[in-house]
Each structure stands twice: as structure tokens, then as C-alpha cells.
């Protein structure tokens, strides 16, 4: 990129947070959960059409990504390099950039089933946990599994060949919608599920999707996984 074509981009990037709606919004991200346009709108104090056309030009100029998850549509930063640009902005101000707050029912919060694998506090650290122990890691829109977490994870009881065998996506991460962060989707969420119900790490409550996670399986995740206050 020659110079001229860099002022060029350098400028319209400015150009797209200098907008105090459109800066609201991207702050309101900076947290890593996603939020819904509604959500958004509300934070930057704008009507949904007008927040629509902060979107596109958010979108254009690569700072936020859409995430598709269902009939929802989220978005959040596009990168980390995005979050760092705006760290260090917010560094010359006196902004205090407000905690997410999600208001989903206490019973859910915790655990609940999405579709056939985990979802709610206990899932995304069970996803963070994974990922940060290198167990799994990020090919494209997915996850495979590495050396390491199929050898582990066959250690916990899980049948690692008969996850992979199976036609569909091994791992993927799947938005949690109170958490606006992921957890693991796919053959592998669903594994995960059923062998933390088989060891009573989980129990399913009665006309519900909603899971408690029993004291045994507090212990034995930790143990397990290294999560700690699930």
C-alpha cells in the first residue's frame, strides 16, 4: 500500500469511530461479548434504522463482524487488533466503558442444553478452558482437535475416534446467547455433554432446558478441565 492509499484508509478508519453513536457502540464491545443491533442502538441512543447505516459503515471499514447464530444476528469486534486500537484511545480519555450485563432467567444462566451440547457460564469456560489449554485450536470457521486434547480428552472418557467418525462438524464455536461469548458446538459439544451427565457433573431439571451443575462435577471439571467457580 503505497502512502497516499494508507492516509487514505487511516482516515476513513477515523472517520468511522469519530462518530460519537458509532464510537458508543464499538466501546460497548470492548468487553469480547457480542450484542444485538437493538442492543446497540439502545447503548448509542439511536433509532434502528439510523443504527443500520452505522453498521454498514462500521462493517466497510473492517471494525465489527456479524454473527449469524439462528434467526439473531450479533455483532462484535472484528479482532484484536481493533480492541487495541480503541484500548489505547480510550487511554487519552476519561471514559469508563460499562460491564455487559445479560439478563437471562438464574435458571438458564448457569448451564442449559442448546440444541444436543453445553451453553451458559460453565460451557464458555469450558470452551476458554479448551482453547487456552491448547486442546483444541482454530482452523478457519472451526476447531480440531490437537495431539494433546485428543489424548486428554480420551483420558476423560470420551471416545475421541467415534466423535471424529461422525458426519458432521467436529467443533465449531457456537454463540452463547447470554453469555455473547462462545461455546463448543458440534460432535464434540455433544460428547461433552453426555459425558458430564453420565459422571452426575450435571443434571438435567424436569420440563426444562436448564442445567445445575452438581458439587461433584464442580470438583471434577476443575480437576478435569482447570475450571475454576463454574
Known sequence: MDVEAADLSLAAVAGAIADPARSRMLCSLLDGHARTATELAAVADIGASTASGHFLRLREQGLVEMLVQGRHRYYRLANAR????????L?????NVAPFQPSTPSALKQARTCYDHIAG????KL???????SWIEEQGKDYVLTEKGATLLARVGIDVDAV???RRRLAYPCLDWSERSPHIGGALGAAL???LLKRGWVN???DSRALSLTAKGEKSLAKAFGLQGG
Open 82 to 89: 481493533v480492541a487495541q486500537a480503541l484500548e489505547a484511545l
Open 164 to 166: 471424529s467418525r461422525q
Open 121 to 124: 457460564e460453565v460451557a464458555v
Open 91 to 95: 487511554s487519552i480519555t476519561e471514559r
Open 193 to 195: 455433554l453426555e459425558l
Open 127 to 133: 470452551h476458554d478452558a479448551l482453547l487456552q489449554a
Open 204 to 206: 438435567r431439571h424436569l
